[in-house]
């Protein structure tokens, strides 16, 4: 069965991958192009409650995470936060980090924290359209890959 906090980040119309214990979805509102919600399927809703299969299936999804998000976005930093203050399964907000600002579908979307801590308030907000768009481009990178 599917989390709500899965759900709650549009699952799955945002899902660009997963490996055994973990979702990796295009995060709607966009602080930096190319965020990502890591999501843990199993049910748990405290990080030292994840089970040792999945915290070493959490490598595999992070060097996917990294993989595509270096061929796609061309990052400089990334950041992994566990903000798990509304939606209380375990998760992280993956942001890639770069100076300037990426474009993508005709959208800029500037990093506007950078270089100090992201700036969650000014991201852009896809349309689920776009959200399901971007996921079926970040999918096929992600097999190409």
């Given at each position: 069965?599917?989390?709500?906090?899965?759900?709650?980040?549009?699952?799955?119309?945002?899902?660009?991958?997963?490996?055994?214990?973990?979702?990796?979805?295009?995060?709607?509102?966009?602080?930096?192009?190319?965020?990502?919600?890591?999501?843990?399927?199993?049910?748990?809703?405290?990080?030292?409650?994840?089970?040792?299969?999945?915290?070493?299936?959490?490598?595999?999804?992070?060097?996917?995470?990294?993989?595509?998000?270096?061929?796609?976005?061309?990052?400089?930093?990334?950041?992994?936060?566990?903000?798990?203050?509304?939606?209380?399964?375990?998760?992280?907000?993956?942001?890639?980090?770069?100076?300037?600002?990426?474009?993508?579908?005709?959208?800029?979307?500037?990093?506007?924290?950078?270089?100090?801590?992201?700036?969650?308030?000014?991201?852009?907000?896809l349309t689920p359209d776009a959200v399901e768009r971007l996921a079926r481009d970040f999918a096929q990178a992600w097999i190409q890959a």
């Amino acid at each position: 069965m599917t989390n709500p906090t899965a759900l709650a980040f549009g699952y799955p119309g945002s899902k660009i991958a997963e490996t055994d214990h973990w979702l990796i979805l295009v995060r709607p509102k966009q602080p930096t192009f190319g965020s990502l919600v890591l999501v843990c399927k199993e049910a748990v809703q405290a990080f030292s409650e994840v089970s040792p299969a999945a915290f070493a299936d959490l490598q595999i999804a992070v060097t996917g995470i990294e993989r595509l998000l270096k061929a796609r976005v061309g990052y400089e930093k990334i950041n992994y936060l566990m903000l798990m203050m509304v939606d209380k399964d375990v998760h992280f907000h993956v942001l890639p980090r770069y100076d300037g600002a990426r474009e993508h579908e005709g959208q800029a979307f500037p990093d506007a924290g950078w270089p100090a801590a992201p700036a969650l308030g000014a991201a852009v907000e896809l349309t689920p359209d776009a959200v399901e768009r971007l996921a079926r481009d970040f999918a096929q990178a992600w097999i190409q890959a």
